[in-house]
């Protein structure tokens, strides 16, 4: 099975502060993603990556940023972090099939709370 | 985007099978019907999915519709560790990768 590892399962940072979240993934999938997760906001796409170094923006990338310098480990990062930054966040990576037959592996999720 | 509609929530027994129906009335013709699930304090799991002919697999039974107006998930035989919120989603060729779209979903309740 595959498994999506995220390094912390909750986090509490201060405002300002600069945040690292690390995710690895151990079936050589080249597709990698994050999200973040609010209540009634559903599933919300950050930045995703296709290949080592590569990075492209989701749809909410503002005060965020990410790394891929290994094909297995996707890092997401908060540059300066805000209490509007406190959220569930999720990283995944997808099975090498087109679109309509993609599919998803998630990690268990971080729960960042930023004071 | 296609729409899914989905019941808020349902129960079952332990050990009973689970049918949790989706309609999606405006699906178009390449449209894939897929299901994951979220386990309370998890990230989402992928379930199964299909195009027009039901679909099984070791987690699930996907039934669909003859018109692909609806579908329905079906756990043959219901545990605690199947209590979760299961979403039903629609993706088409034309949808970015990783794109997921969750609705509100059904939660299901497993009673023991």
């Known amino acids: 099975d595959v498994k999506v590892t995220q390094s912390s399962r909750y986090l509490v940072k201060r405002t300002g502060e600069k945040v690292f979240l690390e995710c690895v993934q151990d079936m050589d999938h080249e597709n990698m993603f994050w999200y973040r997760q609010d209540p009634g906001l559903g599933l919300r796409l950050i930045y995703f990556?296709?290949?080592?170094?590569?990075?492209e923006k989701g749809d909410i990338p503002e005060g965020y940023s990410v790394s891929r310098e290994k094909k297995e480990r996707f890092s997401l990062i908060l540059e300066s972090a805000s209490t509007n930054q406190t959220s569930m966040y999720l990283c995944?990576?997808?099975?090498?099939?087109?679109?309509?037959?993609?599919?998803?592996?998630f990690g268990s999720g971080t729960q960042l709370s930023v004071l | 985007d296609a729409k899914t509609t989905q019941p808020n929530s349902m129960e079952s027994n332990e050990e009973e099978p689970v049918h949790l129906p989706c309609n999606h009335s405006?699906?178009?013709?390449?449209?894939?019907i897929h299901w994951y699930r979220q386990l309370p304090s998890q990230g989402p799991e992928y379930v199964i999915h299909?195009?027009?002919s039901n679909v099984n697999n070791r987690m699930a039974s996907l039934a669909i519709a003859e018109d692909r107006k609806s579908s329905t998930l079906i756990l043959h035989r219901a545990t605690l560790r199947d209590a979760a919120v299961y979403y039903c989603i629609l993706r088409d060729a034309g949808m970015s990768y990783g794109k997921l779209t969750f609705g509100q979903g059904t939660i299901l309740t497993v009673h023991p």
């Open positions: 990556s296709y290949d080592v170094k590569m990075k």
């Open positions: 995944a990576s997808s099975s090498p099939d087109r679109v309509p037959n993609e599919k998803l592996f």
């Open positions: 405006t699906i178009s013709g390449t449209d894939y």
């Open positions: 299909g195009l027009t």
